[in-house]
């Protein structure tokens, strides 16, 4: 292993990372180990978003170094294995951003704090898949599962008042001391996918850990005596209302959890990584509405807040194809941006009148474009003239 040179004088300094003060190698390794290395995003054929290099590497120079970067980690309590049974997870996974710390060798892994399994609702419940990740991503897994569950169609009525749903089994890693503070606050991380489906912890003792994500429970009937299916029914009305409300709420936090990740490709100047999660925005709120017309029920108003987020997604579009010289889809953009848009009031007006000045930005370079044609032929004209008199 290369020393770690500490001075510039001509001996050379025999410290090195085994030799140097516990607490600055367990700081030193902490870094190494647990954040993700920043690609640079105006290179070419590089990953777009952050992700973690050589993972692990640092413990694999010598059984000692292996020794500490695995006592490391286990007391950081930050790394959990995810297993399923739809790859495309890990897809949606990497698209939101969120760095995968390895898919490799995941079986071999015995320092992880916590595994959840994730059960898509398909024929196969073979683990098809498993990642490694950062406790710390898990708010932002949570979202994604979320998403993909809003994504699938709810019957208003179906079997015992059940949607099919995605469910997910915890279990914590008994080979790693975790304390009931560690449990909860891993446990917490994952609230934005209580409402994805059933949600069990297994091999646990403390019921009051499944009290902090229950999951979602279908609606239970409760046999009347006499009008007991007209009380069934309005109960079942009002636990539909209840799940639906839920539901609304979750699709306006997650369209603006989008936009946020659209934004910071945007501020990296990734702009075709914007341009994708732009067109992800408008896509996935047409098809919760197309899917689930139920949320849009006048009470609860989700139409005109969704509405608006996917105004300001499309107003994304516009202006990363100007930025990307793509004028052609910044025309069709604008064009469905400001379709009705004396209507849409809910929209706010300042928000408006910056999409009249890209529509004016976008004519003015056509009418540029008309001209400058125009002027081409004209010269081409008379210079054919020249040509003919000099003949």
Known sequence: MANLSLSSDSAPDQRTLLTIPPEIRDNIVMEVLLNPARPNFEAVNT??????????????????LYATAKDVVAISKRLVIISMNWDGLTKDIEAAGIPIVTDHHIRTVTFHSMRIHVNFPTLS??????????????????????????????????????????????QFNEEVTTTKQDQIRLLQSLKYANSIGSIKILKSDDPSLQVIIPGYKGFQYVPGMQLSGYIDDCEKCQWFLAIRKIDGDDYISLSDWKLVLAGRAVAAKNYELAMLRYTEIVTFIGLCQLKNPTVLLPIFDY?????????????????????????????????HVLQDIDHREWIPKEEKRHAENLLFKVDEYYCRKKVAGSLQRQFRFLGQLDREVEQ
């Open 47 to 64: 990953p777009t978003e952050t992700t973690f290099k050589n993972y692990f590497s640092i413990g694999f120079v010598n059984k000692q």
């Open 125 to 170: 419940k073979k683990v098809v898949k498993s990642i490694l990740v950062l406790a710390s991503d898990l708010p932002d897994i949570s979202r994604v599962l979320r998403a993909l569950s809003l994504d699938a169609l709810h019957p208003q009525t179906h079997a015992h008042g059940e949607f099919p749903r995605i469910s997910m089994q915890i």
């Open 303 to 335: 139409d005109t807040l969704l509405d608006i987020r996917s105004f300001r997604a499309g107003i994304g579009l516009v202006e990363n194809s100007i930025w990307l010289k793509k004028w052609k889809d910044a025309r069709h953009h604008i064009v």
